[in-house]
């Protein structure tokens, strides 16, 4: 059976988790392979909600193994805590495996990523400020610290005095902090040591080894396409691989072995952060996306900016990607518009732009062009196949279908895990 991977084709918060615990009974190992706890998903179960920033959510399907690829950086106290959480709750987590190879978010990071912000000023990105991007900075400039070196102090100390060796005089020298201390880092990070050493894997071999075995593998991308570090909006990006080219390098799981490619699009667009985002809307309209969507950050609490679907976005991201099926969230959220905007182009300078544009000042200068489709009044949240949806919320998604280009196999309905209609399959 196959490797799929899931991968959000906007701009993060697609409901990624609902179409992973969708999928989840049909599949056998779930992964994350990027991104760290700046992720979010929500997902409800039975009116429970859990609401996961670093763990897969693939841990609330019984007898799913969910696994940390080593494309992660892992900030091991929100691990533990999350951790916690769920064994209060009664989810069983004795399954999960973390790679070895996993870069460990340390407290300096944390504290660079936001006096980093403050000050860049406006020029700042609007990160999450969990220390994700100094994290990885570290990772390519090898000063990192990986999961593995934990079980040897020696190893671990050396590493960690290596990384503040620059570290601390750009704290106290540049942002006026306090230098950190090598052994307080060593210590908090060996604390960990005990409750991790049984869940540290070989994951690349773990995973290869379930597909041979003809399991079916989940490959869940953290963020999206258009904030992956590459083919995003950069400079305004998380600063990791998000898309599917991510899931092979985050997890060591080979190209040829990946047979579907699930892109996530919400029926509408939201952003966090800055950065440039064409359709958003300044107006009424968006504020009405933004309650009704109930559009504001599982990690940051921060309020969603909001905008109407923008389909050269969701082109862009099924090219990148090798998208095979597209999964449409929350269109109920729509009912009850007169009409619905639909962005078709951009007009750059007076140009038309089918495709996205090729820089990103000319993509910061994109006008959408819109197509207005008429709306619907009726509630979908009772619909379970495509016949029950209203027609003009059917013709939607088939605009939206014939415009993106590979199928729109899902539609998501409502909050809750039976809240879709199932076009086709997914597996
Ligand atoms: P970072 O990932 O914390 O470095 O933040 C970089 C950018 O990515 C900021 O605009 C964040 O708001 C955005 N971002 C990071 N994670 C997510 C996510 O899970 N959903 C949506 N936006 C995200």
């Known amino acids: 059976m196959p490797a799929i991977v899931i991968v959000g084709a906007q701009w993060g918060d697609e409901g990624k988790g609902k179409a992973t615990d969708l999928l989840g009974s049909r599949v056998d190992v779930v992964v994350k392979f990027n ?45 533990f805590e999350e951790i916690d959480d769920l064994e209060v709750r009664g989810v069983d987590t004795s399954r999960l495996r973390v790679s070895a190879n996993a870069h460990v ?34 990772k390519m400039n090898r000063i990192g ?17 290596g990384a503040l060796d620059v570290k601390n005089q750009l704290l106290a020298k540049v942002y006026n902090r306090r230098a950190v201390a090598v052994e307080e880092v060593v210590e908090e990070l060996v604390s960990y040591r005990d409750r991790l050493a049984a869940m540290v894997s070989d994951t690349g071999l773990l995973l290869n080894q379930a ?35 991510g899931a092979c390098t985050g997890s060591g799981i080979p190209p040829t072995r990946i047979d579907r490619v699930v892109g996530i699009v919400k029926a509408y667009t939201t952003r966090v952060g800055e950065g440039p985002f064409p359709t958003e809307l300044h107006d009424d309209s968006g504020e009405h996306l933004r309650k009704t969507g109930m559009e504001y950050g599982t990690t940051t609490g921060r309020p969603r900016r909001c905008g109407w679907f923008d389909a050269v976005v969701a082109r862009y991201a099924a090219r990148v990607n090798g998208v095979t099926d597209f999964v449409v969230t929350k269109l109920d959220v729509l009912t009850g ?17 089918d495709e996205m544009p090729m820089t990103q000042a000319e993509f910061a200068r994109a006008v959408p062009v819109y197509e207005e489709l008429p709306g619907w009044w009726e509630d979908l949240s009772h619909c ?24 729109l196999s899902v539609v998501g309905v409502g909050p809750g895990r039976d809240h879709v209609v199932v076009r086709h399959d997914l597996v």
């Open 35 to 79: 991104g760290g706890n700046n992720a979010g998903h929500t997902v409800v179960i039975d009116d429970q909600k859990y609401a996961l920033h670093l763990l897969p959510s693939g841990i609330l399907t019984p007898g799913v193994v969910p696994v940390i690829g080593n494309g992660v950086v892992v900030d091991l106290g929100v691990l």
């Open 145 to 161: 610290v990986r999961i593995e070196d934990l079980f040897d102090t020696e190893v671990l100390t050396a590493k960690v005095e």
């Open 211 to 245: 597909l041979d075995r003809g399991e079916t593998v989940l490959l869940e991308a953290g963020q999206a396409t258009l904030l992956d570090v590459d083919h995003g909006t950069y400079p305004f990006v998380t600063s990791s691989s998000a898309t599917a080219g």
């Open 337 to 353: 518009l007169e009409q619905v905007p639909v962005c078709v182009a951009y007009d750059v300078d007076g140009v038309r732009h």
């Open 105 to 138: 978010i340390a407290s300096y990071n944390r504290t660079l990523d936001k006096v980093t912000e403050r000050f860049l000023g406006s020029r700042r990105i609007g990160t999450t400020g969990r220390g994700i991007g100094p994290t990885y900075a570290d």
């Open 384 to 407: 379970r196949s495509f016949d029950e949806l209203p027609k003009a919320a059917q013709e939607y998604v088939l605009t939206l279908e014939r415009m993106c280009g590979p199928r």
